[in-house]
Every structure is written in C-alpha cells, then in structure tokens.
C-alpha cells in the first residue's frame, strides 16, 4: 500500500507542472464576451434555422408596404455581418447592402447568411488582446469587441422582425418551440 501510494504522489509530483504550464500557456477569455458569443452563436442559430425552413412564399412576404421583406431581412443580416465582423478582423470593410441587393432567391440568400456566419467565426475567436483593439464604427470610436456585440444586437433586433413575419404566417418561431 506505501508503494501504490508513493508512485501516486510521484505521478501527481510529475503531471502537476505540466498541468500548471499548459494552463498557463492557454488564452485567458473575457466573461462577457464569452456570453456576448454565445448570444451571438444562439441569436444566429435561430435566425438561420428560420431561413432554411422558410418557404420561397415566405421570403417574399413583407407585412406592410415600405419594410423589408423576408428575403431581404436574411440579405440584410447576411451584409451587416460581413461588415461588422470586417470591422472586427481589421479588414476591408464592405458594402453593407451588397447581399440584400445581389441574392434574390433563397438558396442564394441561406448560402450567403450561412458564409457570412463562418466569415463572422473567424471575427469571434479574436483573442482578448485583439478584441480591445481601437475601430471606428460609423463614425464613433468602439474597439473590435464593440463591433461583435453590435454585430449581435443587429442579429438580435431583426430575429425580432422575423418572429413578427413568422407569427404573422401562423409559423412558431425556432426560439419558441419546446426544446430550443
């Protein structure tokens, strides 16, 4: 039993540095943004999900004259990401009614939201030393973090519209159906 015990406190005497370096050597994380991710990861879930299962009746359906239809919501969402997560990564910035203006249909339209979700991951892993990086979002100084929580708010704010869409056509939204 002394031996059994001896080589488990020489095996813990060993593995302890390892485990303190590789901790060490691991990248710290913001809390928030951490959480701010995950609303983001989870706001555009469903706002993809919603997308996909759209009909091609859905998309053009606007509920009043003078908004956006369903389409160009899910253009609209698919531009601003790419321009905000530019703003994010320090690349060029691009036009943000670019998608809303090219893809019509909704295969174009769901690839375009989905590419512009990967182009955004690349945005989100940005180490806590990159995201505190100065940006200039229209015109007001933010840092790249800023413009990734506005990228979500933005998301966040035309799920709403969305909901309102797919409520209006008798449709239960994904954020609402059991298990979501």
Known sequence: MKAFLASI???AVLVAPACAQSQAAAPTTNPAFATATGMWKAMTGH??????EGSDSLYAYRPVEGVRSFGELVGHVAGAQY???AMALGEKIPDEG???ESAKSKAELVAALKASTEYCNRAYALSPAELDAP???FGQESTRMGALVMNS????EHYGNMVVYLRLNGIVPPSSRRGM
Do not use: P
Not at 47 to 52: G, I, P, Q, R, S
């Open 135 to 137: 940006v200039t979002i």
């Open 9 to 11: 406190t020489a095996a």
């Open 83 to 85: 321009m905000f997560c």
């Open 153 to 156: 708010n933005h998301n966040g």
């Open 47 to 52: 706002f993809t999900t919603a997308a996909e």
């Open 98 to 100: 670019a998608v809303e």
